[in-house]
Every structure is written in C-alpha cells, then in structure tokens.
C-alpha cells in the first residue's frame, strides 16, 4: 500500500504539493475531529444509545399524548356523569325513603343520620377539595363537569 501511495503521490505535478499537503493536513485534522468526536459520543451515549432514535421515540409519545389526553378527558366526563347519576338517585331514593317513613308514621331520618347519603357527600367534598387544592381554584362556584376537567388541566397541561 505504501508503494501505491508513493506512486500516486508521484504523479501530479510540483506546483500542486501545497496544495496536496494543505489537504493531508485537513484530512489529518478531521480524522482527529472525528475521533474525538466518536469518544465523546460513546462517552455521553453508553450502550449504543442513537440519539435520532431516541428523538423519533420522543416524537411518537408527543404524538400519542394528544391521544391519551382526549381518552382521558372522555373517562373524566364519563366518572362525572356517573358521579352525577349516581347523586341524582340516591337522593331520588332518599326523597322516596322519606316519603314512606312520613307515611308509614315513621320519624324521618335526617341527613347527619343516613350514613350512606352522608358518606357519599363526604366523598364528593373531598373529591372536590382535593381538586380545589391541585388546581389553585378556591371558588365555591363552580359547574360538577368542571371539577374533573380542573383536575386533569391541572396535572396534564
């Protein structure tokens, strides 16, 4: 190999052998460049990490976060419906408990005293406050469908 180099080198003409040592010279200087350059790599990369592997997998996860976010938003609008549902008939059931213990001659009970009806408000307080405390918002105001949306915004966004 040393003697095709020889040769090569022997062919061109005198007036351009500054120019073909300005070359080796710069061939030299990014081969250098380039080994430590690959050094570097290995030593910030273990293991064979390619790092535009790891920017497509980033790029396929903020692509499927935008679909995890609307499948959220819709179990959160489907827990509040259920949450509504479920409030609208026990009080239905209560009102009709009620209703047979006035009629029955029975004392009603109260509110303090139905230990399901209270046990649920309490679980919807703290659902609520919890939701209150993650988000910041501190108004009593506010709509049931909110308070899901609140949340989700909260720890998501």
């Known amino acids: 190999m040393g003697h095709k180099d020889e040769e090569q080198q022997q062919q061109h003409h005198?007036?351009?052998?500054?120019?073909?040592?300005?070359?080796t010279k710069a061939h030299h200087d990014l081969s250098l460049v380039h080994f430590k350059l690959d050094k570097?790599?290995?030593?910030?990369?273990?293991?064979?990490?390619?790092?535009?592997?790891?920017?497509a997998r980033i790029k396929k996860?903020?692509?499927?976060?935008?679909?995890?976010k609307d499948q959220c938003r819709h179990l959160l609008a489907a827990k509040q419906?259920?949450?509504?549902?479920?409030?609208?008939?026990?009080a239905g059931n209560r009102s009709m408990i009620q209703r047979m213990q006035t009629s029955v001659g029975i004392p009603v009970t109260s509110d303090s005293e139905d230990s399901a009806y209270s046990s649920f408000n309490q679980i919807i307080e703290e659902w609520t406050s919890h939701v209150r405390a993650k988000t910041g918002n501190e108004e009593e105001d506010y709509m049931p469908k909110d308070i899901n949306n609140l949340m989700f915004a909260s720890i998501v966004e």
């Open 81 to 90: 419906d259920l949450i509504d549902k479920a409030r609208s008939t026990l």
């Open 61 to 68: 996860i903020q692509d499927e976060m935008s679909s995890l």
């Open 14 to 23: 005198p007036a351009v052998d500054p120019l073909v040592s300005l070359f």
């Open 40 to 55: 570097e790599f290995h030593q910030t990369y273990p293991d064979n990490t390619n790092p535009m592997k790891l920017v």
